[in-house]
């Protein structure tokens, strides 16, 4: 007796395998359940244009006190000069592309291989799955465990470069007090959002998963680390908001950046505070 759910020997792998139950539907949600993957997909693709037309640009990134975060620091001869500012003159004159390759390739790991963006890129892009209760369309599954996705398990060492180039962003946020002849004393609108940014980069960074780990893992006893526990707990209410920090940040990073473009470019004038 037919019972509907006989096998399809055609379509095998995945959640058509022959030992499940063969349901012709792919899914049987009924809400707009892709509108999620696909709003993923687009902010990440307009920032993926807009980063990468900025990095390729090599020009408009500095207009005093301010510096795009995207080129700093500064690791090239061919760097703006920057009165007090991050130039770490490290690869000379040999280096002639553009000095944000140098740099951007640490909070791009990072963020590439951060816990919420490989959920973000898996469901948008690869459709892995694209949504809850919705099958993807892979016949196999390997997980991270083949190249290229297992160089997701580099997303430590990552963090630990983060960590000084958020340091590095925090200096360059200080310098944002100063006026274009470099005086110290100045509040523009560039401040304040120089000033959001690196509290919105420190809490993505330190909600990282690994950052938690580091504070709190591998203990057998919180009693006999109380400062470990303390840091641990701190660490892992920024984590319950690591998908909303993960997405402020690269918003209000992408602003600053294009904040400044607008300077340097001469398209606007920074209003002052005092």
């Known amino acids: 007796m037919a019972t509907g759910t006989e096998p399809h020997p055609q379509r095998p792998g995945g959640v058509h395998d022959p030992s499940r139950a063969a349901i012709a539907a792919r899914h049987l949600r009924t809400d707009r359940w892709w509108l999620s993957p696909a709003g993923t997909a687009a902010g990440l693709l307009a920032f993926i244009v807009y980063s990468t037309w900025r990095a390729f640009s090599n020009a408009d990134y500095y207009a005093a006190p301010y510096v795009s975060p995207f080129y700093s620091p500064c690791l090239a001869e061919n760097c703006v000069p920057m009165r007090g500012g991050p130039n770490l003159d490290l690869f000379g004159s040999w280096w002639a592309l553009s000095p944000a390759l140098l740099i951007l390739i640490f909070p791009l790991g990072f963020r590439l291989t951060c816990y919420y963006y490989r959920k973000a890129y898996y469901r948008g892009f690869w459709a892995s799955p694209p949504a809850c209760a919705v099958a993807e369309p892979h016949a196999s599954y390997t997980g991270e465990t083949r190249f290229p996705l297992i160089l997701q398990n580099a997303h430590r060492y990552f963090f630990y470069a983060a960590v000084p180039v958020a340091g590095i962003l925090t200096y360059d946020t200080v310098l944002t ?98």
């Not at 690994?210 to 009693?223: N, P, Q």
């Not at 526990?229 to 892992?236: A, E, T």
């Open 177 to 274: 007090f100063r006026d274009g002849h470099y005086a110290w004393g100045h509040m523009g609108l560039g401040t304040l959002l120089f000033l959001v940014n690196i509290v919105l980069i420190w809490a993505y960074t330190l909600s990282c998963h690994s950052c938690r780990h580091i504070m709190g893992g591998r203990l057998k006893h919180f009693s006999k680390h109380p400062v470990r526990y303390r840091l641990w707990g701190w660490v892992s209410r920024l984590n319950a908001r690591h998908m909303q920090l993960a997405w402020a940040s690269l918003i209000s990073v992408a602003l600053c950046d294009f904040y400044v473009y607008l300077l340097a470019s001469g398209t606007v004038t920074d209003p002052r505070i005092f």
